[in-house]
């Protein structure tokens, strides 16, 4: 979408306390700290009341897929976007904790040999090579259910109607009209179905329907989370919902440029696999220079859905700058 005319009101929004990267950082330096507690006592040896036990090995690959990395950038858009609604971080933490659970089950089955076949993930041995095969499915299977459960208790929230809502959310994201969805579409693009292996020729709408829906729907759903636990108007939601689509897009289109310009050290994961695996990505669609440029409008776009919030949305709008930015 090129949103040129939307400039003069973007200015508007944009001008009110603008954030330099190094604040946004920090934000998100501290908000990872308070997810990371949060995650490590949800995967403690020992729950408080647990029924049965936790086997220890498992429990050992789950805390290598989650803890002591990343960014927990899903976490940090479940807690603004609720924020907008003066929802507090302790409140939407937990929510943020299952969604970010899910994220890891996914890198974790991502990872491995008969996906995308990585050894490492955010700088350190991806779980099958830590661990093994067999071990590595059953953490990514133990950290998607984790996910459901967190969401379904009540201290992610008192309201069991709010508590169905997130659960519906996340299960849309990450399911067959998702994130499954969309791997599977990644999949068939390469051509691992076809008799001769030969890759699909997608069109621009098949690439970008394949990339929303396999890493822009989960990102999205934070949004949509935090709405949920904020009990937002129509109006608002929908502003958000776009927000949410335009930074789920532009999150993997900034993904698949570091996989053709990024430094593998700084990333933490190998890159320029994209192009060997004749994978299917705007940037070898258009090219990286209009691929900037539609990263630029997805950014835009971004903006333009958050001037209903004027000030509030500071913080988002350095998200979404931050996404297109990042170097990892």
């Not at 929230?157 to 399911?175: E, W």
Request: proline share 3%; with cysteine.
């Amino acid at each position: 979408m090129t949103v040129r005319h939307h400039k003069s009101a973007m200015s508007e929004v944009t001008s009110a306390k603008p954030q330099t990267p190094s604040q946004f950082e920090q934000r998100l330096a501290r908000r990872a700290e308070y997810c990371e507690g949060v995650l490590a006592a949800l995967l403690a040896a020992e729950p408080q009341a647990a029924e049965f036990a936790r086997p220890a090995r498992l429990l050992n690959a789950m805390r290598h897929a989650v803890l002591g990395g990343g960014k927990r950038l899903r976490p940090t858009l479940v807690v603004e976007t609720a924020a907008l609604f003066g929802v507090a971080e302790s409140q939407a933490m937990y929510a943020g904790a299952a969604f970010e659970f899910l994220h890891c089950y996914s890198l974790v089955h991502d990872d491995m040999p008969a996906m995308d076949n990585d050894d490492t993930r955010r700088g350190k041995p991806t779980v099958h090579k830590a661990f093994d095969e067999a071990t590595a499915i059953l953490a990514g299977d133990a950290l998607q259910t984790l996910a459901f459960d967190v969401l379904s208790r009540e201290t992610t929230h008192n309201n069991p109607a709010v508590r169905a809502a997130l659960v519906q959310c996340l299960a849309k994201a990450s399911g067959i009209g998702g994130m499954a969805g969309g791997q599977m579409l990644d999949l068939e693009a390469e051509g691992r179905f076809a008799e001769d292996k030969s890759p699909a020729v997608l069109s621009l709408g098949d690439v970008e329907k394949l990339q929303r829906m396999k890493t822009g729907a989960l990102l999205s759903a934070c949004c949509d989370a935090g709405t949920i636990l904020g009990g937002a108007n129509d109006s608002d939601t929908r502003a958000l919902m776009r927000y949410g689509r335009a930074i789920g897009f532009a999150f993997q289109l900034a993904d698949d440029l570091l996989d053709v310009e990024g430094d593998a050290e700084a990333v933490g994961k190998a890159v320029g696999k994209d192009a060997a695996k004749n994978k299917a990505t705007l940037v070898s669609t258009l090219g990286p220079r209009a691929a900037k440029r539609k990263l630029d409008e997805l950014v835009d776009d971004a903006r333009w859905a958050l001037r209903p919030f004027g000030d509030r949305a500071e913080w988002l709008i350095a998200c979404a700058e931050f996404i297109s930015s990042r170097k990892s």
